[in-house]
């Protein structure tokens, strides 16, 4: 029972799922209201990989 706390305490596959989801969405909305800063954060991520 100890482990099933544990477990309660961290996020669900429901919850990792929905949180990508937004996550996606509030980065597409910064996107298009900040294009310059956008840019430079996807030349900064493509160099990364």
């Known amino acids: 029972e ?3 706390a544990i477990e309660d305490l961290y996020f669900t596959k429901e919850d990792q ?3 990508a ?3 996606v969405k509030v980065k597409e909305q ?3 209201a900040d294009k310059h ?3 430079g ?3 900064a991520e493509m160099s990364a990989l």
């Open 17 to 19: 799922r929905l949180m």
């Open 41 to 43: 954060v996807k030349a």
């Open 21 to 23: 989801k937004l996550l």
């Open 30 to 32: 910064s996107d298009i």
């Open 37 to 39: 800063a956008a840019e």
């Open 2 to 4: 100890g482990e099933k």
